[in-house]
Each structure stands twice: as structure tokens, then as C-alpha cells.
């Protein structure tokens, strides 16, 4: 056997590299056997409250023009600084993610607010989707908690045209918020900026006022789930609570809109907002409540999957997202 020394191992790289073009050593370019898809996989979350399981659904993001009115209480350069701050692109768009949550009792499957069924941009519109990916059918869901009257919140109960999408589902709404939108007089008095929105919120509840269960603030709406006066974003505007055993989360519906903008700046007053003063002592109030309480929240309009933990930073605060975890 011939001892294998520097000499042959030097003596077996010349062969190597004799019988080599240097065409062969020079980087080859991959191969994909794949082409992209250019499309998301489903997008669902799950997490439990106590013995509930929660699912977050995206029904996607809606790149929402904006201008230099869009806050109306902050210098337009300030709030293009919170975007860049936020790693977004000072442009004159801003991403508003929407994600609806799906609560499982055991018992009852309690779905809060219904996304914007595809009638507000092209963006959005993918509930339905990830309701089956989840392994849910719209026929499965038992109740529907509406926040407030908003297109992007209730559009999803209804089809483009006019189907209910979940038929088996009992549809609860605030009191405050229905007497509000519903008003025969509203479409002929409504400022022009809400006009829209009242003849939207028509649409959707008017052949089906009958069925429609109003409940009061502060009442429980379903199993272990409590409303929670939330009004200045809308008149009727609620949040909700959730609790199962000795663990409980606050639904902040909107609240807040884009985390990176109004929980750090709770005093800006963003268009949408239809009392502004209203809605910022409101967002105050239950950010300090969150923040005190270390309490779970999830907020319809925060970058998916939604969920997290508020943490006084300042003069504001911050939202923490929570880590991804197996259920």
C-alpha cells in the first residue's frame, strides 16, 4: 500500500486538475424547477384564550390613499416621518391591513366582523379563502359580531350581489351604532364625507333589519365575549372582551388603525375618525387599560397575525407583536 503523504496528495491534485477544464470550475447558474406563484399561501393564525381557540383570518390589506389631511391634528411631514420611522415608504399610500377573528367556545363558532368582500380593493377580499383553508364553511359560523358599520367590517355579510354569504348566522350589532346609520333621515341629512358610507350600510342591513339582534354596550354578545363601549371612530363603535378560565384579551376592532402611526401618536386624529377628540380619549383609555393590564389585544387593522401586547413608550405607546408559536 503506498503511505499517503503531502507528495501524493499533491501528486493526485495535479491529476485532478490535468483532467479538468477550467470551463467545469467556473460557478454554474441554478436551475429552478419551479416558477414563482405569485400568490400568498393561505393566511391564518391560531392561538388560544383559556380552552377557546382563536383563528385569525387576513382578508388582506388595502393600500389606502392618503393626503395632507389625513391626520388632521399633524404636520404632514411629522406623520411621513412615523412612516419612514415604521420602515414604510413615505408615499402617498398607506398599507391597512384587515384581519377578522374567528372564536371557537366549543361550542360556537363566533366570528367578529366579516372583512370587505372584495368590494374595496383589489388587495383584499381573501377571507372567504382562508375560511376554507381553515377548514371552515360560512354555513358553520353561528354568530356575527359586528364592531360598526364601516364597509370594510360588514361588506363581507353580503356578496356583490347582495347574497348572505353566512346564512346560518345570527348577526348582532351595537344599538348606538344602528340607531346612527339606520336613521331614515341620515342619507338626506349625512355630511357629504359619510354619504357613501350611510347608503353602504343600507345596503347590507335594510331586508335584513329583522334579523339583525342589537345589543347595548357593556352587554355580553356571546359566550365568555363582552362588548365594550368604544364610540368616536364611529358613534356606536365597539371594542370587545374576551375570556375563557383565567385568561382574557381585549378586541380593539379600530380603535386604533396602523399601530405604527396611531398607538405611538394615540393624540393623532386620522380622517376616518369621525369624532376625533372622541376617539382619541377612547384609545387612550383602553391602550392604558391594555397596557396596565398586560393583557392580550388584537386590532383589526395591525399587521397580520394582529395579536400582541400594548407597552407604554412615552408620550404614546408601542405594540408588541406576539411571537409565533404552536398552538
Not at 363603535?237 to 383565567?246: K, Y
Request: one cysteine or more.
Amino acid at each position: 500500500m503506498t503511505p499517503f503523504t503531502r507528495r501524493t496528495l499533491l501528486a493526485g491534485g495535479a491529476l485532478v486538475l490535468g483532467t479538468t477544464t477550467f470551463s467545469s470550475l467556473a460557478p454554474q447558474p441554478a436551475s429552478a424547477s419551479a416558477r414563482p406563484t405569485g400568490k400568498q399561501a393561505p393566511t391564518l393564525y391560531r392561538y388560544k384564550i383559556g380552552s377557546y381557540e382563536l383563528t385569525a383570518l387576513s382578508d388582506g390589506v388595502w393600500d389606502r390613499p392618503i393626503d395632507d389631511k389625513f391626520v388632521r391634528n399633524a404636520d404632514p411631514a411629522e406623520v411621513r416621518k412615523a412612516m419612514t420611522d415604521a420602515f414604510m415608504p413615505a408615499t402617498d399610500r398607506l398599507p391597512i391591513p384587515f384581519t377578522t377573528l374567528l372564536v371557537n367556545t366549543g361550542s360556537k363558532l363566533i366570528l367578529i366582523d366579516t372583512g370587505s368582500g372584495g368590494q374595496i380593493a383589489a388587495t383584499a377580499g381573501t377571507l372567504g379563502a382562508n375560511l376554507a383553508a381553515a377548514g371552515i364553511s360560512p354555513k358553520a359560523i353561528d354568530i356575527i359580531l359586528i364592531s360598526h358599520f364601516h364597509p370594510d367590517h360588514i361588506n363581507g355579510i353580503k356578496t356583490k350581489d347582495d347574497a348572505l354569504v353566512f346564512p346560518n348566522a345570527e348577526i348582532k350589532a351595537p344599538a348606538p351604532e344602528w340607531t346612527f346609520w339606520m336613521d331614515e333621515s341620515l342619507p338626506g341629512t349625512a355630511p357629504e364625507a359619510i354619504k357613501g358610507y350611510v347608503l353602504n350600510a343600507r345596503r347590507i342591513f335594510r331586508n335584513i333589519a329583522k334579523n339583525v339582534t342589537r345589543f347595548e354596550p357593556g352587554a355580553e354578545v356571546a359566550p365568555g365575549i363582552t362588548s365594550v363601549a368604544a364610540p368616536g371612530h364611529t358613534p356606536g363603535h365597539c371594542a370587545f372582551s374576551v375570556a375563557s378560565g383565567n385568561q382574557s384579551m381585549l378586541v380593539l376592532s379600530d380603535t386604533t388603525n396602523h399601530p405604527k402611526l396611531f398607538v405611538r401618536h394615540p393624540e393623532w386624529q386620522p380622517v376616518f375618525d369621525m369624532d376625533g377628540a372622541l376617539a382619541v380619549a377612547t384609545r387612550k383609555k383602553l391602550l392604558d387599560r391594555a397596557a396596565a393590564d398586560r393583557m392580550l389585544v388584537q386590532g383589526y387593522h395591525f399587521p397580520f397575525p394582529a395579536c400582541g401586547h400594548i407597552a407604554r413608550s412615552g408620550t404614546g405607546y408601542e405594540f408588541v407583536a406576539q411571537e409565533w408559536r404552536p398552538l
